[in-house]
């Protein structure tokens, strides 16, 4: 979750856990080209039967409920996504958040390998609350008990402090990516190199903004080695330099420069 970076920072994890070689669920909003392509499994869109089969079986579902009328189109998305993974028997899902975290669909998720927070600002505020801190205690929403937390470097002292008490009270591993092992060597429109604890990275995607999102990315990959995946140092550099989101400051011409966002 976060306000901004989220989606990037869900392509990293998911180009790195298909690199070291798993079955990778995807689920991002909105969607871009056309509506399947925020649930992918490795890179790969929900195909249209699939889709409209999963369609009908929760149609099916929700007509038996006197509520169904209560239902968001991103409520059943996030069902569609769920049972998409689960039938095509996934070993990892990265899940985005649609709003906030703590009322999201995406949070029935019970053990989480680990909950990762990006930069917090006002978004949604008929929503989420007026001030940072209250955004910033739906946002922490997605913090399990006994589950670590990830939170990016970038976030204002009162976002850090709501969202540390809020993994305190949940007995959860707290990490902020430590900016004093982060040396930019360049970042532009093209994208970033640096190298972050002594080891070398380029990201693809433009703007400095994603090498925060990059080391935040690496910090969650220690917790899914925790959890008992295998990935490789190979694996997250390669990740985080093949990662990229259509049309979110893509550079689709040199001359003369064309940037779409």
Known sequence: TGTNGKGSV???????????????GTFTSPYIVEY???????????????????????????SLLEY??????????????????????CDIVVLEVGIGGKLDSTNVIKFPVVSVITSISYDHTAILGGTLE????????????????????DNPSEVVEVVQKAANAMHSTFVIPDVKGLKVISSDIYGSKFTYNHS???????????????????????????????????DIERGIKNARVFVRAEVISQEPLIIID
Not at 68 to 89: D, G, P, R, W
Not at 220 to 229: Q, T
Request: aromatic letters at 8%; hydrophobic letters at 45%.
């Open 10 to 24: 869900a392509e990293m994890c998911s180009h790195i856990l298909i690199k070291a070689g798993y079955k990778v």
């Open 36 to 62: 399947s392509d925020r649930i992918r499994i490795n890179g790969q869109n929900i195909p249209n039967d699939e889709l409209c089969e999963i369609v009908w079986q929760i149609k099916e579902k929700i």
């Open 68 to 89: 169904q009328s209560h239902f968001s189109q991103f409520e059943i998305s996030t069902a569609i996504a769920f049972l998409y993974f689960a039938k095509q028997h």
């Open 134 to 153: 209250e955004i910033a205690a739906q946002k922490a929403g997605i913090i399990k008990k006994n589950c670590p937390c990830v939170l990016s470097a």
């Open 200 to 234: 070398s990275f380029v990201a693809s995607m433009a703007g400095r903004h994603q090498i925060t999102n990059a080391i935040t990315v690496i910090e969650a990959m220690k917790f899914v080695r925790n959890a008992g995946f295998v990935v490789r140092q190979l």
